[in-house]
C-alpha cells in the first residue's frame, strides 16, 4: 500500500508539471451573466421606466464618478431597447415612472501570482527551501500578472410603490462582470451581456 501511495502521488506531480499557465487573454472573451429577481415581483404591475442617459463610475481613480459618451449611451440604449420590446415604455423623471433603472460600471485591478508545484520541472526541481525559509515564501520562477477586471450592475427599482421615508425595492438586479480590453470591445461586451440578461429573464414584461 505504502509503495502504491508514493508511485500515486509521483504520477500526481509528473501530471501537474506539464500544466499551463492560465490563457489570461480567454477571460476576456464575454462577461458573466447574473441575474436575481425579487420573488414577490409583479413585473406586469408596470408600465414606465426612466433611466439616466450617464452611468456612475466606480475605479481606483478617486476622482471618477460618471462615464460617459458613446460608450454609456450603447450600454443605456441596450437597456432601453430591451424594455421598450418588452413593453415599457421610457418617460421623464418628471413624469413619475413606475421603475427607476439604476446603472454602475466599475473597474479594478486584480493581481495575482502563478506558483508551480515543488514538482515542477522533476525530476531536476528546485527544493523551495533551497532559498531560505520566510513566510510567506515565494519560488524564485514564480509569475506575477495583473487582470483589470470590471463589472456593469443594472437595478431595477421599484419607484411607484416608495415607501413614506423614501425606501425602495429592488426588483431586479443585473450583474455583469469579466476580464477588461480595450473600450470598443468592453463596450460590446457589455451590451451582449445585457441582452443576455433579459434572454434569461423571460418574466420581466409589462403585459
Given amino acids: 500500500m505504502k509503495r502504491l501511495t508514493v508511485l500515486l502521488l509521483l504520477g500526481l506531480g509528473l501530471f501537474a508539471s506539464c500544466r499551463k499557465e492560465p490563457d489570461l487573454s480567454k477571460l476576456s472573451s ?10 414577490a415581483a409583479q413585473f406586469t404591475n408596470y408600465k414606465t421606466y426612466f433611466i439616466s442617459d450617464t452611468i456612475a463610475y466606480l475605479s481606483t481613480n478617486k476622482n471618477d464618478s460618471i462615464l460617459v459618451g458613446d460608450g454609456a449611451k450603447k450600454i443605456v440604449n441596450a437597456i432601453k431597447d430591451n424594455l421598450n420590446a418588452r413593453g415599457y415604455t421610457f418617460v421623464p ?3 413619475k415612472p413606475d421603475l ?15 506558483y508551480p508545484g515543488w514538482w515542477w520541472g522533476y525530476p531536476g526541481y528546485w527544493d523551495p527551501w533551497y532559498w531560505g525559509w520566510y513566510y510567506p515564501y515565494y519560488y524564485p520562477w514564480a509569475t506575477a500578472y495583473s ?3 470590471g463589472s ?3 437595478e431595477m427599482i421599484d419607484v411607484k410603490n416608495a415607501s413614506a421615508d423614501q425606501k425602495f425595492n ?4 443585473v450583474n455583469l462582470n469579466g476580464a477588461l480590453g480595450s473600450d470598443a470591445a468592453n463596450t460590446q461586451r457589455a451590451v451582449d451581456g445585457i441582452n443576455q440578461a433579459f434572454v434569461q429573464s423571460p418574466y420581466i414584461k409589462a403585459q
Fill in 100 to 114: 427607476g433603472i439604476n446603472t454602475v460600471a466599475v473597474k479594478d485591478v486584480y493581481v495575482g501570482v502563478v
Fill in 30 to 39: 464575454n462577461f458573466v451573466v447574473q441575474t436575481d429577481k425579487d420573488p
Fill in 152 to 154: 456593469v450592475i443594472v
Fill in 147 to 149: 487582470i483589470t477586471t
Fill in 93 to 95: 423623471k418628471a413624469a
Fill in 170 to 173: 429592488v426588483l431586479w438586479t
